[in-house]
T-cell receptor
Framework: ELKVEQNPLFLSMQEGKNYTIYCNYS?????LYWYRQDPGKSLESLFV?????AVKQEGRLMASLDTKARLSTLHITAAVHDLSATYFC?????????????FGTGTLLAVQP | EAQVTQNPRYLITVTGKKLTVTCSQN?????MSWYRQDPGLGLRQIYY???????DKGDVPEGYKVSRKEKRNFPLILESPSPNQTSLYFC??????????????FGSGTRLTVV
């Protein structure tokens, strides 16, 4: 069974600092997704990583994928308060009787002034 | 505007009273799915549909029903709700039937409380 684990589950950081969220998954997958969720809101797509070595950047966030290590990272550069949210990674599981994204449990990011 | 619309946004109901949460998308997407979100458990798939009249169980289908009579609509039915179905529910869709190229489009969510 495919499992997706995120670390850390909770991250409190100061504005201006850098940090990385890790997403490990247990079996082969070539598509990895990152979402952001604000409290009480829906999930917003941030990045889709489609191949080994893929790197995508948007503002202060950069995501990368290493399919051999089954690891994706979401790097935050010079954090600002507006980045406070819960971040989810998800892995695609498609084919046969299964068609879904499997989500990690999320990382709650709190950026303190 | 391309979107997935869920209704209602909030619902408080009593145990055993049948309810339906509606989901509609205006993007002509083939795939639609229901997830529930619970603290510490992330999002778990309830049911999904690859196209009209094609539905299948996800990871936590017990106590739920779905139907896909039209491409745009995918209602979630709780025939006899119980308190353990108190959760935040999301409908999602995407174009195609294989792994999504650009991820899911999510609805705004339905917070259900069963007392």
């Amino acid at each position: 069974e495919l499992k997706v684990e995120q670390n850390p589950l909770f991250l409190s950081m100061q504005e201006g600092k850098n940090y990385t969220i890790y997403c490990n998954y247990s079996t082969t997958s070539d598509r990895l997704y990152w979402y952001r969720q604000d409290p009480g809101k829906s999930l917003e797509s941030l990045f889709v990583l489609l191949s080994n070595g893929a790197v995508k950047q948007e503002g202060r966030l950069m995501a990368s994928l290493d399919t051999k290590a089954r690891l994706s990272t979401l790097h935050i550069t010079a954090a600002v308060h507006d980045l406070s949210a819960t971040y989810f990674c998800a892995v695609a599981r498609y084919g046969g009787a299964t068609n879904k994204l499997i989500f990690g449990t999320g990382t709650l990011l709190a950026v303190q002034p | 505007e391309a979107q997935v619309t869920q209704n209602p946004r909030y619902l408080i109901t009593v145990t055993g009273k049948k309810l339906t949460v509606t989901c509609s998308q205006n993007m002509n997407h083939e795939y639609m799915s229901w997830y529930r979100q619970d603290p510490g458990l992330g999002l778990r798939q309830i049911y999904y549909s690859m196209n009209v009249e094609v539905t299948d169980k996800g990871d936590v289908p017990e106590g739920y029903k779905v139907s896909r009579k039209e491409k745009r609509n995918f209602p979630l039915i709780l025939e006899s709700p119980s308190p353990n179905q108190t959760s935040l529910y999301f409908c999602a869709s995407y174009e195609g039937q294989g792994a999504p190229i650009s991820g899911y489009t999510f609805g705004s969510g339905t917070r259900l409380t069963v007392v």
